[in-house]
Structures are given as C-alpha cells and as structure tokens.
C-alpha cells in the first residue's frame, strides 16, 4: 500500500493573469502637430475675424475710411514707423518706464501684502489708510505727480509704480488670508514654527493670487503710462499716438495703438509662463 504522503507532487502553473486595462497608444509626432495646430488655429480664429472685418468694413464703405482705414493701410504705416526708427525709440521708452514702475510695485508691493496678510495687528493699523488711497484713481493725481516730481521720467514711472501697486498689494493680502485653515493647523500639528509655515504653507498657497494681481498690474502699467504721455512727454507711444491724432495721421495713430495692444498681450503671456513656473504644483482642472 502506497502512502499519498510519498507520492511525487506535480506543480501546476498559476493560471496567467489577463489585465483588463486598454493600453492607450501613445499620439505619435505627426497627431501631436497637428493637435498643436488645431489649439493655436482656435486661438487665433477670432483674432483673424477681427482683423477681417477690420480689412473689408472701410473698403466696403459701411465705416469711413478717413477714420478708420483698412487695416493694410495700418500695417504699411506700421511698416514705415519701424523702418525709419521712430517705432523703436517710442516703444523703448515706453517699456523703460512701464517696466520700471511695475518692477518697483512688486518689490514693495508683495513684501508689504505679505506683512499686512500675516499679521493681523499691522492690518488693523493700516486698513484705514489702504482704504483711502485705494479708492483714488492714479490719473486723478497725475496733476499732483506732476507738480511735486516734474514733467520728467520721475514723475511717470511714479505714477505707474502707485497704479501697479494696488492690485498687487490687495491679490497678496487676498492670497494670504484665503489659505485654507485646515492647512495652516495640519503645518502646526507637524511642529513647524512660524517661519517654516509661512515658507512651506502660506506662501505657495497664496502664489496663484498673487501673479493675479501683477498680471492686472502689468496691464495697469501699459494703461496709466500711455495716458501720462499724453499730457507730457516727448517721447512714448501714448506721445506717438496723440501726436500723430493732432497731425491728423490716422494710419499713424492706429500703428500705435496696435503696438500698444501687442506689448499688452506680449507681458501678460510672459507673466503667465513666470506664473506656471513658480505653481507647477497646481493642477489644471479645465476640459
């Protein structure tokens, strides 16, 4: 009699396992370009209406010409602008200030909505006066800019540092105090102190709101300048655009105001690539 126990055992093979999980093929380079051209082509398709309408409008007589011409006769101005130098030295001063002012709005301004944020007591104190100053417009005191600093560049990149430093002062201040508390008491519960919870919780939290507020500068800083060269300056594309309006230079005046359109739309996509840069934690959640 054959003990069970002394017979040979036979191994059987696990039964393979089957996933159930599609595999996605990967888009190769020619489906990718073509996706890339798909999004810039639905980008631009309103602008190309834009630019449509603006061409054949004039030449079909349903705006006057004299006022508004085809926008050909727009570019072969600009063409003329660029080529002969004036373009360059006005954009260049222009963007000298701009850039000045908004460079000097976000050292102060982000620092100071940092403070304001955290600290509760130096919010108290100065909530009035933001209060005050907030609610006045930067124009309104370009008169005042002008007597106290002069009609020099002084004056100018001032008034774009006071338009540039409200919207980035008050995002801060927002970005600050919206951070989630359960964040801040999770931080606390870790032992972190509050220098550690200001640099790991609070400041990437609030660094959304923040490039909210100097990407509206940045567009401040285009609009209020080119407002003050129209009063003085010799110098500056708002200077181009009025001198070529008292001169009667239509296509001229039309050349500037689309540089001026250009340059707004050049800082701000610049502002959002620094933005992504500094947030790459952020997920988008668009479809």
């Known amino acids: 009699m054959v003990d069970i126990a002394d017979r040979p055992t036979r191994l059987v ?3 393979a396992v089957v996933s159930t999980v599609p595999t996605v093929a990967r888009p190769g380079p020619l489906t990718r370009l073509a996706g890339l051209g798909g999004r810039a082509l639905h980008r631009t398709a309103a602008l190309a209406a834009l630019a449509a309408i603006w061409e054949t409008a004039p030449r079909a007589g349903l705006v006057d010409r004299v006022f508004l011409p085809p926008l050909s006769e727009v570019l072969v101005a600009w063409w003329a602008l660029l080529t002969s130098g004036q373009l360059a030295e006005h954009v260049g001063a222009s963007l000298t200030r701009s850039l000045s002012g908004l460079g000097l709005a976000v050292l102060t301004a982000i620092p100071l909505g940092l403070l304001i944020g955290w600290y509760r007591p130096l919010a108290e104190l100065l909530g009035p006066l933001l209060e005050v100053f907030r609610n006045t417009a930067a124009l309104a005191l370009l008169p005042v800019f002008v007597l106290i600093l002069g009609l020099g560049e002084t004056s100018k990149i001032a008034l774009v540092l006071y338009a540039c430093s409200w919207p980035i002062l008050l995002n801060t201040i927002a970005g600050v105090k919206g951070v989630d508390p359960l964040l801040v008491r999770s931080a606390r519960s870790m032992g972190l102190n509050h ?11 609030a660094v959304p709101t923040v490039f909210t507020g100097v990407r509206l500068a940045g567009a401040y800083s285009i609009l209020v300048l080119v407002a003050a060269e129209m009063v003085g300056a010799k110098a500056g594309l708002g200077y181009l655009v009025n001198y070529a309006q008292y001169n009667f230079a239509i296509p001229d005046m039309y050349a500037g105001i689309v540089t001026i359109s250009a340059i707004g739309l050049a800082v701000n996509q610049l502002l959002v690539v620094v ?3 500094f947030s790459t934690w952020r997920v988008d959640v668009t479809s």
């Open 275 to 277: 933005e992504r840069r």
């Open 195 to 205: 220098l550690r919870l200001f640099q790991k919780v609070i400041l990437p939290a």
């Open 13 to 15: 093979p696990p039964p």
